[in-house]
C-alpha cells in the first residue's frame, strides 16, 4: 500500500539512473539521514555515542570496504586487520611527523598508503583464487602484526610500541565530544557510502561483478582480469584504511598492533558474510549485528537470567554470550545464506504487496 | 523466509535496541560505585579469575566492615577477554554510572583510557602495572601506577641477579635473555634493562613471543644457542607455563630465570609443579599470604557467609592477593579524600584523584586492614603517584611460593631520570604543560 512504485514513471536517463529510482527509498533515505543527524544527537547518550554508535559506524565503513573486494569482486580476503593496521599507523606517521598536517588529510593518506599496501598484497589474486587466495592475504595480516610489532619507526620509536593521539580538530573545530566524533564519522561514512554505492552501480563494479562471477568468461568479453582484481583491492583497502584510521584516531585514541589483530579480520569477513555479500546495505547491517549483539547480550542475559532469580557470574555471562552469538551465525546462515540485506530485499518485496499477496 | 520469521527477527532487534536504552537506565542509590574490568575467559583467564576474586571479595570485605565511613560499595563486572576495544567499551559503559575509579588491567587498555581520563575526570588505578612514565604525576595527573611499575620490578630483579653474582660489578660480560610478551606489556622493562646493561656491560638479549605466547619453541631455540647466564621472563597467561615447559626441555636450569610479578603465580607453575621447582619471580611487595588477617578476615566475614567469590582454597594466593591490594589501595584513596571533603559523603572522580594523591598509608593502617606483613607503607604525592618501590623476590618451591629475598628498592638514580625523561617525551608529544605547585594544592 505505502510501498509500491505504480505510476513512478521514468522519462528521463537520468531519472533511470538514480540511485533510488523509488520515491519512497528516496523518502526513507531522507529520513534516514535526518535521523542520523538531527534526531541521534538529540537523544543519544554518552555511552551510546561512545561504545555503540561509534565503533558501529567505524565498522560499517570497514564493511562496506571488506564488502567490495569480498561481496563484488569474490576476492576472500582474510587480510583487512591488516589494512586497517597500515591506515591507522599511516595516518599517525602523517600526523605526528608532519607540523600542522589536517586531520581529515592524515586520515585519508592514511587510506591511499593502505590502498598502496593492499595492492601489493592483492598481486597474488592474479594467479590464485578463492581458499587460496584467503591463505595468501593472510600474508598480508601477518606481515602488518610483524611491522608494527617490530620496526620502531612505525610507532615514532615509543618504548612500548603503543601509540596515541590526541587533541584532534578538524577546520578548527575540536573533536573531543562524544558527539563531533559521531557527527564525524557520521558524515565521512554517507560519502564514503555514497561514493562506494555509485562506483559498484557504474562500470567498474559491473567488472567486479562479472569477475566474480565468472573470471574466464568476464576475460573473454574484455574485461582486464588484473586492472579490475587491482582496482577492487585498491579501493577496498582505501576504506578499510580510513575505516583502520578512525578506529585508531577516534574510538580508540591509543592502540597497539593487537587493536588490529586476525580477530578483526575475520570480524570484517563476518560482517560481510552476514550482512550480504555484495551489497552496501548488507554492510551496515552486518556491522550493527557484530558491535551490538554481544553487548546487547552481555547485557539482556543477566536481566534474564535475573527475572527468574538465577545470579549468574560474569565469566557465564560471557561464555553464553560466546555460544548464542556462534549458535545466531549458524540459524542466520542456514535460514538465510544471503545474509541481512537478503532479509531486507524480501521485506521490500512482500511490502510491494501488502496487504495483498498473491 | 516467511513473513512470520521476518517479523520475529524484527522483534528480536526492537528488543535487543529498547535492551540497550534500557541498559542506561540503571540509577545507582547513594552508593559508591566501583566498575570492575575483568577477564575470565580467553588465554589470560587462568592469571584473570584470581585477580577478580580478590579485587571483588575485597570490596565485599570493605562493606561488611561498614564501608569507608558508612559510605557504601557498589560494584559491577564487565568481562573484557583482554581486549582494548572491549575493554574500552565497559569502561564507557561502567563511567556513566559513576565510576569512581578505574583498574584498566591491561596495558592496552590503560594506554586507552589515559587518553580519556583527564576529560571523564576518573582516576586511572593502576597497582603495579600499567605505563611505567605516569609515576610523574605532574603529568600524567590521572594515572596512578601506585605501589610499582615494569621499571621497578626489571630494576628489582637485575639487583636480585646482581646479588647472587655479588655485585653489579660482576655482571660484565654476562648474557642475559629477555623473553618478553610481543606486546606494549611486555615491552615496558626494555628501557630500564638497556639503561642497566650499558652501565654494567653485560648483553642484553631480546626475544620476543608473538601473544598468546604458547608458539615458544624457536625462542627457546634461541636461549639453547645463546646460553644467557639469566633469563628474565615478561610473559602473562598461558605464556609462562609454556616457557617454564620449554625451559625444562631445554634443560635451562629455572633457577636462572626470574619472571615479573605477572609470571609468578601459582597457575603459572602448577601444571610444571616440580619442573618448576627453583623458578623465582619478582613480587611488588606482596606473595602469596594464606596466613595474614587479611585472609581470615575474608574468610570470616565474606566466604562463611556465603558471599565469597571463587574457589575458597584460593584466597590468599598470589594473585588473588594482588587483587584485593589493588582494591584496598583504590578505596583507601576515597578515604583519604573523605577525610578532606567530607566524611560519610560519597566522593566525585576528583575528590578520590586527590585522595589519591595524598595516600598515606603508615603501618598501624595497614595493620588495621590485615595487610600485616604483606605489604610495606605507601605514601604519594603530587610529583609522585607511585608512592613505593619496593618489591620482594619468591621462588617456587615445587608446592608453595617463598620468598628468598630481602625487600630490594628500584634504584632511584635509575628510574627517576628515566620517568623524567619519557614523561616529558609525552608531555611534549601531547602538549601538556606539567602542573604548577598552585595545581598540586587542588
Same mark, same amino acid.
Given at each position: ?62 564493511? %562496506? ?49 593502505? /590502498? ?18 584467503? $591463505? ?27 601509540? +596515541? ?24 561514512? $554517507? ?45 577496498? +583497502?582505501?576504506? %578499510? ?23 578483526? +579480520? ?10 550480504? /555479500? ?5 554492510? =551496515?547491517?552486518?556491522?550493527? =549485528?557484530? $558491535? $551490538?549483539?554481544?553487548? =546487547? ?27 548464542? =552469538?556462534?549458535?545466531?551465525? %549458524? ?28 | ?8 527477527? &524484527? #522483534? ?9 536504552? @534500557? ?15 575483568? *577477564? ?46 572491549? &575493554?574500552?567499551?565497559? *569502561? ?7 565510576? &569512581? ?47 610499582? #611499575? ?26 642475559? &635473555? ?97 619442573? @618448576? ?47 584485593? !591490594?589493588?582494591? !584496598? ?56 603517584? !607511585? ?56
Amino acid at each position: 500500500m505505502f510501498y509500491r512504485e505504480n505510476g513512478q514513471f521514468k522519462t528521463t536517463y537520468r531519472a533511470d539512473q538514480q540511485i533510488f529510482p523509488i520515491l519512497q527509498d528516496r523518502m526513507a533515505i531522507t529520513a534516514l539521514l535526518l535521523v542520523g543527524f538531527a534526531l541521534v544527537p538529540m537523544l543519544a547518550s554518552d555511552y551510546l555515542f561512545r561504545a555503540i554508535l561509534i565503533p558501529f559506524l567505524i565498522f560499517s565503513l570497514a564493511a %562496506v570496504g571488506v564488502n567490495i573486494l569480498v561481496g563484488f569482486c569474490g576476492q576472500i580476503s582474510l587480510g583487512s586487520g591488516a589494512f586497517m593496521a597500515v591506515g591507522a599507523y599511516a595516518a599517525y606517521n602523517f600526523f605526528v611527523r608532519i607540523e600542522g598536517m589536517p586531520l581529515l588529510l592524515a586520515l585519508l593518506l592514511g587510506g591511499v598508503s593502505s /590502498m598502496l599496501f593492499g595492492m601489493v598484497f592483492g598481486l597474488p589474486s592474479l594467479r590464485v583464487k578463492g581458499l587460496y587466495l584467503a $591463505v595468501a592475504t593472510l600474508a598480508a595480516q601477518f606481515f602488518a602484526d610483524w611491522m608494527f610489532l617490530r620496526v620502531q619507526w612505525f610507532t615514532n620509536n615509543s618504548p612500548s610500541g603503543s601509540v +596515541s593521539v590526541s587533541n584532534l580538530q578538524v577546520f578548527g573545530l575540536s573533536l573531543e565530544s562524544p558527539l563531533a566524533k559521531y557527527i564525524f564519522c557520521l558524515s565521512l561514512l $554517507v560519502v564514503i557510502a555514497l561514493l562506494a554505492k555509485n562506483l559498484v552501480r557504474g562500470a567498474v563494479g559491473r567488472e567486479w561483478m562479472a569477475i566474480r562471477d565468472m573470471d574466464v568468461a568476464a576475460a573473454v568479453i574484455g574485461i582486464r582480469p588484473m586492472y579490475a582484481k587491482l582496482s577492487a583491492f585498491a579501493v577496498s +583497502s582505501f576504506i %578499510v584504511g580510513v575505516a583502520g584510521a578512525l578506529w585508531g584516531f577516534i574510538y580508540l585514541g591509543a592502540w597497539e598492533p593487537a587493536a588490529f589483530s586476525v580477530d578483526q +579480520s575475520f570480524r570484517l569477513l563476518f560482517m560481510v558474510i552476514i550482512g550480504g /555479500m555484495g551489497s552496501i546495505m548488507g554492510s =551496515f547491517f552486518g556491522a550493527a =549485528f557484530i $558491535v $551490538v549483539l554481544p553487548i =546487547f547480550l552481555s547485557q539482556f542475559l543477566p536481566a534474564l537470567a535475573g527475572l527468574f532469580g538465577v545470579e549468574i557470574s560474569t565469566a557465564v555471562v560471557s561464555h553464553a554470550e560466546l555460544m548464542v =552469538f556462534g549458535g545466531l551465525i %549458524v540459524w542466520f546462515l542456514i535460514v538465510e545464506p544471503h545474509g541481512l540485506a537478503k532479509l531486507w530485499s524480501i521485506g521490500k518485496q512482500k511490502l510491494r504487496l501488502w496487504p495483498f499477496p498473491h | 523466509m516467511k513473513l512470520s520469521k521476518l517479523v520475529l527477527a &524484527s #522483534t528480536l532487534v526492537a528488543a535487543g535496541a529498547s535492551g540497550l536504552m @534500557a541498559g542506561n537506565a540503571f540509577a545507582q542509590a547513594k552508593e559508591q560505585f566501583i566498575p570492575v574490568l575483568s *577477564y575470565r575467559t580467553g588465554p589470560y583467564a587462568p592469571n584473570g579469575v584470581p585477580w577478580a576474586n580478590g579485587y571483588v571479595d575485597y570490596i565485599k570485605l570493605t562493606n561488611a566492615r561498614g564501608g569507608i565511613n558508612g559510605v557504601k560499595f557498589s560494584f559491577e563486572e564487565c568481562e573484557t577477554g583482554y581486549d582494548t576495544a572491549r &575493554s574500552v567499551e565497559c *569502561y564507557e559503559r561502567l563511567k556513566s554510572k559513576g565510576a &569512581s575509579f578505574v583498574q584498566p588491567l591491561s596495558t592496552g587498555a590503560t594506554f586507552a583510557i589515559t587518553e580519556k581520563a583527564p576529560a571523564d575526570k576518573i582516576p586511572v588505578v593502576t597497582v603495579g602495572y600499567g605505563r611505567s612514565e605516569s609515576a610523574d604525576g605532574s603529568v600524567f595527573k590521572w594515572n596512578f601506577p601506585i605501589a610499582g #611499575t615494569y621499571w621497578v620490578a626489571a630494576d628489582a630483579i637485575m639487583q636480585a641477579i646482581a646479588k647472587k653474582e655479588g655485585g653489579f660489578d660482576k655482571l660484565k660480560g654476562k648474557k642475559i &635473555s629477555l623473553v618478553y610478551h610481543d606486546s606494549p606489556f611486555g615491552k615496558e622493562p626494555i628501557p630500564l634493562l638497556q639503561e642497566r646493561a650499558a652501565m654494567h656491560g653485560f648483553n642484553l638479549t631480546l626475544l620476543p613471543v608473538t601473544a598468546p605466547g604458547v608458539e615458544q619453541k624457536a625462542t627457546w631455540l634461541q636461549v639453547r644457542q645463546n646460553r644467557p647466564d639469566y633469563v628474565v621472563l615478561w610473559g602473562w597467561g598461558i605464556m609462562n607455563s609454556t616457557a617454564i615447559k620449554e625451559a625444562q626441555a631445554t634443560g635451562y636450569p629455572r633457577e636462572k630465570m626470574y619472571g615479573v610479578w605477572w609470571a609468578g603465580a601459582e597457575p603459572d607453575v602448577k601444571d610444571v609443579a616440580e619442573g @618448576a621447582k627453583g623458578y623465582n619471580a619478582v613480587t611488588m611487595q606482596h606473595g602469596a599470604e594464606p596466613q595474614s588477617k587479611l585472609v581470615k578476615d575474608v574468610m570470616a566475614m565474606v566466604h562463611d557467609k556465603g558471599q565469597g567469590t571463587g574457589p575458597k582454597d584460593e584466597v590468599g594466593q598470589v594473585l588473588y592477593m594482588r587483587g584485593a !591490594m589493588s582494591a !584496598m589501595l583504590a578505596i583507601e584513596g576515597v578515604r583519604s579524600a573523605q577525610d578532606r571533603f567530607g566524611k560519610g559523603k560519597v566522593m566525585t572522580g576528583e575528590q578520590i584523584r586527590w585522595g589519591l594523591e595524598n595516600l598515606n598509608l603508615t603501618q598501624p593502617k595497614l595493620d588495621a586492614l590485615g595487610f600485616a606483613g604483606v605489604m610495606r607503607p605507601i605514601s604519594t604525592s603530587c610529583v609522585d603517584h !607511585m608512592g613505593a618501590a619496593w618489591a620482594r623476590i619468591h621462588t617456587w618451591d615445587g608446592a608453595k611460593w617463598q620468598f628468598t629475598s630481602d625487600w630490594l628498592q628500584g634504584d632511584e638514580q635509575i628510574i627517576k631520570p628515566l620517568v623524567k625523561a619519557t614523561a616529558a617525551k609525552y608531555a611534549a608529544d601531547k602538549k601538556l604543560t606539567p602542573r604548577t605547585p598552585a595545581d598540586c594544592q587542588s
